[in-house]
């Protein structure tokens, strides 16, 4: 609509001859008037018809006009309903303005011309129709589309208006005699009622129609000869107590009269106000002049001038009529009683108006009601405050802080409603509940609150209100007082300089001594100690009072004192504040920290303050004195952030009886986890706040299970975000030394109490996992980060399980280390005696490394292995445990040890050596002698070299024992020289064995003692070295910690067929195979000759035993030259030392046989040879001695092996 009339208006003025033409015709035609203050009634425009009749003309159209009214009830709340007024104001007004510009431009344009033959009768109402159709004419659709627009406003207008006078004839007028009406006939009903009321209105069209005036002034005369009695009528029973039903009708009755009189009479008599101006483009003074003249001569007289009343003064005038006459009849009818009165109806105007009258005279022309009342309407219930029957008594002087006082509410009545209690303070309202502080009484007639202390928490307006709810309304009783509380200050006392300091003993300086507070309504006497001089105080957020303080270097320069300051502020009340400090100074012999950075010179041993910028807390250096110098400490930061710190004080009250406790610690976890998810919370100051935030809250909450889901997940979010990695450093900050118990177990048992007293359901957070197994279950199995805890008749089991807290928790870290993460279990049965968990551990466990299952001993504040019991290696990351706490899993830093072993070996290892040193000079000695047949060559060229090898793997190994002490190069270097060397020990074995076993099964196949150097050589030395080149190569070039173990100095063992030492394993596994398999091919061979043997003859039991001792001896010989024993070393690695006593058992065995091995060698290869010991014998020139056993079955068995 705007648009088109903006079209007009814009076309219009081009056509004209621009806007300065269009001025000028409306200004010499006298369209442009002043302001216009005539207080006639019968002019149609004046200020006092537009600014006060103009209002009650709005007042009914948009204030108790049905059509109106039911627009607002369509509104979602009443706040929209308003703002509905508030937009259509502005859009009427600028409706308007563009109405008025059209005007302007349609008279500039038409001025002078006569438009009674083309327009007829109905000229001044089609006048703006054929104005948009001559302007737009040749813009084809325009003149459709601004058509269209105005008669789709005034359809939606009309529309609306015919269906709310259809509802209110359905509701008021049908429905009430006809209750059992269907809903299809009343929809048909309300239909029918539309259409007659549509009828009516184009009955009502014709009738304008013939009136003669504007359908626009005839539309705004029935609205104020309609509208204006309504108003009144509504005026008359909200403002006016006394007003009775029967002044209401009556009066009505007469407002109705008056208007239809004189809208009748004007439109009968055509008197509609004054003249309008010509229509001549030029008005000059002369025209002027005698139309003015023409006007006071014809102006009308008698009820001819009644009936000129403006029509903008019709609401005004009914409406006052209404209140008139509806007032003069309620007061000779007897006016309404107090009692009478609906509540919530009624705003004692003329009451405010004759505020300066006495009580009783207002009372007795009851133009007020006693009953001090507001009205409102919240969910279509009409609520109705009272203040007359509710007495409040409070203490009449000021309270003394810290103070218990008693605060008492009666009624006059039985109300039959409990009291509400409330404090309004700085601009908020709290209810008031039993607390720590407060205790609340309540009996039929009277209610009190006692304070254990006052403070300025509780100072404020205590308000008592009694609810009553009859039917739809609510009475409110109530009454408010304020109590007054003399305050105390919280007193921030310092020094400018803090630690002034004399360059010489005869300074005297003056030194600024400041007390601030925060700013309050309490006016305080401040008092300062003698010998300070006060200089008066500064305003702003907070006071601050100053003084100055004399100092004088020569008094007490040997620093053996400090002068003392106080300030003392006192309140009404006459209790006192005090703050006292002592100015260290710091004399000329004194030590001292020099300036640094924010901090300035500081007395040594003491510790130096600065207030946190933009932060609560403050930041702390101290000044220590080592071997008589002074130097700084590391800063110590307390600096928390205002919202986190905000949130903590609100935690500390909540329980003090302001409010309910569920509903403020549902407050404090919104906000706290908003600080958490927004903030980052640096250094250990903003941790622990936050952690005593949930410590706080967990701890007043204890016995109230009524939180709410929301309630519970944000306490659960906030714990979670504490958790994060950004935080580490934080957790991991040194405490203060007054601390009884870490940060991280204060939060881990408040987590759990809190989980374990809350209505809690299953929430999966980032850093936190709460789950809940069901009480029906017959055992509970629960996982969450891959951590299964099993339970069996528990009853409902509540789970935590933590991520990265067990990095925070105290533990010995030169003992053990976490390995799992901190899961906390609760049961509703709490006689547990088994509980399984099973854990995923954070590194893998290394060989010979203890794990321990602890839970968290709150009463030593430590991890206790009472009660929780590991399952071994076999089970490693599963523990059982006979109650409920929380539990962990610690590593040790060491594996365990052998008692003994180390002392063990090398006293092995060194007769080892020994014996193969003299094995070695014997095989040299005797080789000539005793190597004359292909079979010993290859005996004692393999026993050499097999001796050779284990006594270089050996000095290697005892040159190593001490890793810490060797360098990287020769850890590694003797890493490979024991690789290669222990290699090449089993590979000569090896060859050893394969020539028994070849001489063994082919009798008759010799081998060239060519071929077999070259094959001993082959596999004795070139298969070692390819396996050691290879896994150098393949392991990083032989890099520490894959091919090598610094701390070990031998090859890695990282898990099943894992590390480098498996290419060591495999390799000795086989050819250790082998060699039994070639043992035990001798010893069948053995027991088949003796079986042939006494087929053929008869053999006596001395022979079959010395049969037997022959195949013992071959084991006995055989075993230590072939590497037999070193089957106790997979024996060793397929056994933890976690595994108990068989591990231990195994390694000592393993440790004796192949530490003895070098000496084995020597009993077996050689002393055990008959050859070898004659050949000695010779060499020494010494008597043969009798051939022992071992000789002789020596001799047996070479000949067996020939046979």
């Not at 260290?584 to 041993?605: L, Q």
């Amino acid at each position: 609509m705007f648009a088109g009339q903006l079209a007009v208006i814009i076309v219009g003025v081009q056509r004209t001859g621009g806007v300065s033409e269009v001025w000028r015709k409306v200004k010499e035609g006298n369209r442009i008037s002043g302001l216009d203050l005539n207080p006639d009634p019968t002019e149609r425009h004046t200020f006092w018809t537009l600014g006060v009749g103009g209002v009650f003309l709005m007042l009914s159209l948009y204030g108790v006009n049905q059509a109106q009214v039911q627009r607002y009830l369509s509104a979602r709340s009443e706040r929209e309903a308003v703002r509905s007024c508030y937009m259509v104001f502005p859009s009427l007004q600028l409706a308007l303005a563009l109405s008025c510009v059209m005007g302007l431009v349609m008279f500039a344009r038409y001025c002078g011309e006569d438009f009674s033959e083309k327009l007829g009768s109905s000229s001044r109402d089609a006048m703006v129709i054929y104005f948009v159709m001559d302007m737009l004419q040749g813009l084809p659709g325009l003149p459709g589309l601004f058509i269209a627009c105005l008669f789709s406003a005034a359809l939606s207008t009309i529309s609306s208006a015919f269906n709310s006078l259809a509802t209110v004839t359905m509701e008021d007028l049908i429905k009430p005699h006809f209750p059992s009406m269907s809903e299809a006939r009343a929809t048909l009903v309300s239909k029918a009622l539309a259409l007659s009321y549509g009828l009516l209105c184009l009955a009502m069209a014709y009738l304008t129609h013939l009136m003669g005036d504007s359908v626009l002034l005839v539309a705004l005369k029935i609205f104020g000869m309609v509208g204006g009695p309504i108003l009144g009528l509504f005026c008359l029973g909200m403002f006016f107590p006394c007003a009775n039903s029967i002044g209401a009708v009556a009066g009505l009755g007469a407002g109705l009269g008056f208007a239809f009189w004189v809208g009748i009479g004007s439109i009968v008599t055509h008197s509609s106000g004054a003249k309008r101006l010509p229509p001549s483009c030029h008005v000059n003074a002369t025209t002027a002049i005698q139309t003015a003249l023409t006007n006071v001569t014809s102006r009308p007289t008698g009820l001819q001038r009644f009936y000129s009343l403006s029509y903008m003064w019709y609401s005004a005038f009914n409406c006052l009529t209404v209140i008139l006459i509806g007032l003069i009849i309620s007061f000779l009818t007897g006016p309404m009683k107090e009692e009478e009165a609906t509540p919530g109806t009624l705003y004692p105007l003329l009451g405010k108006l004759l505020c300066f009258l006495p009580e009783h005279l207002k009372k007795k022309l009851c133009c007020v009601t006693p009953l001090i009342q507001s009205v409102s309407k919240v969910n279509g219930h009409t609520l109705v405050s009272k203040q007359s029957v509710v007495n409040l008594t409070l203490p009449s002087q000021p309270v003394k802080y810290n103070a218990s006082t008693k605060i008492q509410c009666t009624t006059l009545e039985d109300l039959n409603a409990e009291p509400n209690w409330n404090l309004k303070r700085d601009g908020k309202e709290f209810l008031i509940t039993n607390g720590r502080i407060s205790t609340l009484t309540k009996e039929a007639k009277h209610s009190s609150i006692e304070l254990k202390t006052t403070d300025e928490l509780w100072e404020g307006v205590y308000i008592c209100l009694f609810e009553q709810h009859i039917n739809k309304t609510i009475i409110k009783n109530k009454a408010s007082a304020p109590l007054d509380v003399c305050l105390l200050p919280k007193i921030e006392i310092s020094a400018e300089p803090r630690f002034p300091r004399c360059t010489t003993t005869e300074d005297i300086f003056y030194v600024n001594v400041k007390c601030k507070i925060k700013k309050t309504t309490e006016n305080y006497t401040v008092e300062w100690t003698e010998g300070v001089s006060p200089n008066g105080h500064t305003d702003g957020e907070t006071l601050t009072y100053q003084a100055q303080k004399v100092v004088n270097c020569k008094e007490n320069s040997n620093g053996s004192g400090s002068p003392a300051v106080s300030c003392t502020m006192k309140n009404i009340c006459k209790q006192n504040q005090t703050r006292d400090m002592k100015i260290e100074v710091i004399y000329v012999n004194d030590p001292f920290c020099a300036p640094e950075g924010d901090w300035s010179e500081t007395k040594a041993d003491f510790t130096a303050e600065l207030k946190c910028s933009e932060k609560a807390g403050k930041r702390k250096r101290k000044c220590s004195l080592n071997n008589g110098v002074a130097t700084w400490d590391e800063e110590v930061s307390e600096c928390i952030e205002k919202d986190l710190n905000n949130v903590l004080e609100k935690a500390r009250i909540s329980d003090i009886g302001l409010g309910e406790l569920k509903d403020n610690a549902a407050e404090v976890l919104h906000e706290f986890e908003t600080i958490t998810t927004t903030s980052k919370l640096p250094g250990y100051a903003n941790l622990e706040a936050s952690v005593d935030v949930i410590s706080t809250i967990e701890d007043k909450l204890q016995g109230q299970n009524q939180m709410n889901r929301t309630s519970i997940e944000n306490f659960i979010i906030s714990s979670s975000h504490l958790l994060n990695k950004s935080l580490e450093s934080s957790w991991n900050a040194t405490p203060p030394e007054n601390k009884s118990s870490t940060v991280a177990e204060t939060y881990m048992i408040a987590v759990e109490k809190f989980i374990k007293r809350s209505n809690i359901t299953n929430i999966p957070k980032e850093n936190l996992i709460v789950d809940v197994c069901n009480k029906s279950a017959e055992t509970c199995s629960v996982s969450s980060f891959d951590v299964t805890i099993s339970i069996s008749n528990a009853g409902e089991v509540k789970t935590a399980t933590f991520r990265n807290l067990q990095n925070y928790l105290p533990y010995n870290k030169n003992e053990s280390e976490p390995n799992s993460i901190v899961v906390s279990a609760t049961a509703e049965n709490k006689s547990i005696d088994h509980i399984t968990i099973e854990f995923k551990l954070i590194n893998p466990r290394p060989r010979n490394v203890e794990l321990k299952c602890v839970f968290w001993d709150t009463n030593l504040k430590r991890w206790s292995t009472d009660g929780c019991e590991w399952l071994g290696p076999f089970k490693e990351s599963s523990c059982v445990c006979k109650h409920l706490s929380s539990f962990s899993i610690l590593m040790s830093k060491k594996p365990l040890d052998v008692p003994g072993l180390t002392y063990v070996t090398y006293a092995a290892l060194s007769v080892s050596v020994l014996s193969l040193i003299i094995n070695l000079a014997i095989e040299f000695i005797v080789w000539s002698d005793v190597v004359k047949t292909s079979t010993s060559y290859l005996r004692h060229t393999a026993h050499v070299n097999i001796s050779l090898c284990l006594l270089i793997a050996d000095l290697c190994f005892l040159a190593s024992s001490q890793p810490k002490g060797i360098s990287d190069l020769w850890c590694r270097t003797s890493v490979v020289l024991k690789h290669f060397c222990f290699l090449a020990m089993f590979f000569w074995m090896f060859c050893l064995s394969a020539t028994l076993l070849h001489r063994a099964v082919f009798l008759f196949h010799k081998v060239s003692k060519k071929n077999y150097l070259r094959f001993s050589l082959l596999i004795g030395y070139v298969c070692p070295l390819l396996i050691v080149f290879i896994t150098f190569l393949t392991n990083n070039g032989g890099a520490e910690g894959m091919y090598y173990s610094k701390d070990s100095c031998w090859l890695v063992y990282a898990g099943l067929f894992k590390g480098s030492i498996f290419t060591f394993i495999i390799p000795v596994g086989v050819i250790v195979f082998i060699n039994i398999f070639s043992m035990l091919v001798v010893i069948m061979k053995l027991i088949s000759h003796h079986a042939e043997i006494s087929k053929k003859t008869d053999i006596s039991a001395e022979e079959e035993k010395a049969a037997a001792k022959t195949v013992l001896r071959t084991v006995v010989l055989l075993t230590p030259i072939f590497g037999v024993t070193w089957i106790f070393g997979f024996a060793m690695l397929a056994l933890d030392l976690t595994s108990g006593d068989i591990a231990y058992a195994v390694n000592y065995i393993f440790n004796l046989l192949n530490g003895f091995q070098g000496f084995f060698i020597l009993l077996t290869t050689c002393l055990g040879d008959k050859m070898t010991r004659e050949a000695l014998q010779r060499y020494l020139k010494k008597p043969q001695s009798p051939e022992s056993s071992v000789s002789e079955s020596s001799t047996k068995l070479e000949s067996t092996v020939k046979k």
